[in-house]
Every structure is written in structure tokens, then in C-alpha cells.
């Protein structure tokens, strides 16, 4: 497997492995959930940090060989971590002076799905986003960059999760895609019957192993279903406090994924 070597954040930002697995929390008490098992034929970093309105933010990174490269802008989400459906221009290029020179530029919104695919020679390459002039406000901002072809041991399936969430706290449950495709998750149950709703969130694990970095976010009542298109790779869903909450609450849901 090819990987990429090194490194370099142009401004501000920083890019870290995705490392997969599960993991929940409820404020400080840590809430374990059963791992998944994937076998990956690629190598993925985030790039991320926070972009200021009419800002842009780089990021350059080497590669030893020619190997398919996948760049998505995955998440942007406010200072309360509310995502955002704000677009931004995407950029792959070689780095220029302290930017970032286009090769392929994209104005997209952020998504699961991949938004630039090429294949590259060896050398170095970056990254960037730019403020179209639509940010009314900073925002945090990951970048992923998937080097090669993943590959998941489990195929498509159905994942139940079942936790519980304290007032104020968060949940959250990994799960690969073995393919493109979508993935739609089932609200099944929400106890007790004095709990209307919980914010569901869909995203991608955070580089810093804190929790889930959401891409698109729901409220989530009982028998509702969300569905958001994702490439090949490992995601996550987050429940969380949408504010109401009073009493220790107990949940199940399904992760149908491609």
C-alpha cells in the first residue's frame, strides 16, 4: 500500500490519521460501543482548522507514487458545531508561492461524497478552501484526502446501536461503507415517552479521536430515517442533548450502509 509520506500545513490548519473505531461519551463519562473490523487498502488524513469569511486555507502533502487520490469537503460546521451547508471552493493543485496553484477547483457544499477524484504522479500536491463570500461567520472546516482504494470485510449491511444519553451529553457509533452508496438511519425507539426528540448527526470520525466531526445533522423523533450519499470509507453517526433533556434517556437505531 501506497502512503503518503509527508506532510505540511500551509496558514492554519492541521491533518491527522482517521483512525477507526467506535466511541461514545456522555459529557465525562465514556460510553464504549463494539468496534468494527476493517481491512483498508488506503490511507486517509484530515485536513482541518477554521476558515474566516473571505479567508482560504491550504494544505500540501507529499506522495512516493502515482495512486488515486480522493478529496472531499466533509464537514463545516459553526462555533456551537452546528453543521453548515455553506459552499466553499474546493482546490487540488501544486503548492505556488504560499497557496496553493489549481489542477482541479470544485464550489461545493459539504458532503460524504467524493467532490474531486484524480490520479497522481509522485511529487507533492495541496489542497484548499475558500471563502465564495458567504460565511457569515468563522467556521471549522475538515478536508478529507483518501489516498487509494478502501475496502471493507463486512460488505453492506445493517448495524443496530442501542445506548443511552445523559442531559447534555453525546453518543457516537462508527461504521465502514464498502462501497458508494447510501446510508440511511432508522430512529427505532426513544425512552422515555416524555422525550420527543434527539439530535442525530452524520459525519466522519474526528482525526483527534474526539468523537464524530458531522458533515449533516437531523432531529431526530421516532420512526424517523435519514439518508446522506457517501463514498467507500468509515463514517459515524452522533446522538446527542438537543437541550431537553432532564433524565438519563435510552435509544436504539439502525445504520443501513452501502
Known amino acids: 500500500m501506497t502512503r503518503l509520506l509527508s506532510a505540511s500545513v500551509r496558514s492554519f490548519g492541521c491533518a491527522c490519521l ?5 466511541a461514545g ?3 465525562s463519562e465514556e460510553t464504549p460501543t463494539t468496534p468494527t473490523t476493517t481491512e483498508t487498502t488506503s490511507f486517509t488524513i484530515v485536513f482541518s482548522g477554521t476558515l474566516t469569511p473571505g479567508g482560504s486555507q491550504s494544505f500540501a502533502f507529499t506522495l512516493a507514487s502515482g495512486v488515486p487520490i480522493r478529496v472531499s469537503l466533509g464537514s463545516l460546521t459553526n462555533a456551537s458545531g452546528t453543521p453548515l451547508l455553506t459552499p466553499l471552493t474546493l482546490t ?3 503548492p505556488a508561492g504560499t497557496g496553493c496553484g489549481a489542477l482541479h477547483t470544485v464550489t461545493t457544499s459539504p458532503g460524504l461524497s467524493t467532490h474531486i ?3 497522481t504522479a509522485a511529487g507533492t500536491y495541496c489542497v484548499a478552501i475558500t471563502d465564495t463570500g458567504q460565511l457569515s461567520g468563522s467556521a471549522d472546516f475538515g478536508v478529507r484526502i483518501t489516498e487509494g482504494d478502501f475496502s471493507s470485510p463486512s460488505g453492506a449491511g445493517t448495524i443496530t446501536y442501542a445506548n443511552i444519553l445523559l442531559p447534555g451529553g453525546f453518543t457516537s457509533r462508527t461504521f465502514d461503507a464498502s462501497a458508494a452508496g447510501t446510508v440511511t438511519v432508522f430512529m427505532d425507539t426513544i425512552s422515555p415517552s416524555s422525550v420527543a426528540s434527539l439530535s442525530l448527526g452524520i459525519g466522519f470520525p474526528r482525526s483527534d479521536g474526539g468523537g464524530c466531526q458531522l458533515s449533516q445533522s437531523f432531529t431526530a423523533t421516532r420512526g424517523s430515517q435519514f439518508s446522506l450519499p457517501v463514498e467507500a470509507g468509515t ?4 446522538l446527542s442533548d438537543p437541550g431537553t433533556l432532564t433524565e438519563l434517556t435510552q435509544f436504539s437505531l439502525r445504520i443501513q450502509h452501502p
Open 92 to 94: 487540488f493543485g501544486r
Open 117 to 119: 477524484s484524480v490520479f
Open 18 to 22: 482517521i483512525l477507526v473505531g467506535a
Open 25 to 27: 461519551c456522555n459529557r
Open 235 to 238: 463514517y459515524c453517526v452522533k
